[in-house]
């Protein structure tokens, strides 16, 4: 049965030094498959995201996932999921994870998840969609980046009118209930605009 609500998932390729990294990986996933929520992902099998998806799998979970036509050998596309899309550009990709989902979450990853995290913040920036953000801090992983949107504050460059909410949680385990907590409090949880025909 498909999923009523769907998170998307950004993450490294790789697994990253820590092992605490494809720890938080394994938590997110099982926390998904416990509260019925489907994983939207890049479709990978190595690293994070395919620890992610597998454990999302391996526990009665719903996975969905996209990627480019390009990288379904380099990335070695994960075929055994309920929904996998494979789209002709990265930029597809990317928005089709977007439209598919109701929230973000971002573990550990290097430029590919710092660019994705970084598309749907400036798409919440322009007002384009209220759609939780939900930052997991692995072992303080992501601290240079929190560092350098405070310094981007101070500076006023991120200021009134063009803010963007998200929430920063240090434990895997705390990102699904974030996201809830999120969302219960939010009076609209659909794109204000949709972000297809705008962006
Ligand atoms: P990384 O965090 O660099 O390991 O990459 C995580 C995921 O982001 C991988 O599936 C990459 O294919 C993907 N990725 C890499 N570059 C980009 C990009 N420019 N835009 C969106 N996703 C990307």
New binding site residues.
Partial sequence: MKPTRNLCV?????PGKQPAYMAAARTLGKALADNGIGLV????SM???GETARTVLENGGHVTGI??EF?TQ??RMLTDVQELIVTTT??E??LTMFEKSDGFIVL?????????LS?VSTWAQLDQHTKPIIICNIDGYWEPLLTLFSHMREEQFIRPGLDFKFDVVNQAAQAVPAFLDRIANMRQTVPVKPVRQTM
């Fill in positions: 950004y993450c490294g390729s790789g992902y890049g479709g990978g690293g994070l995201m990627i480019p990288l380099k990335e990265m930029h990709r990317k550990p990853g290097g430029l590919g998840t710092l660019e994705e598309e």
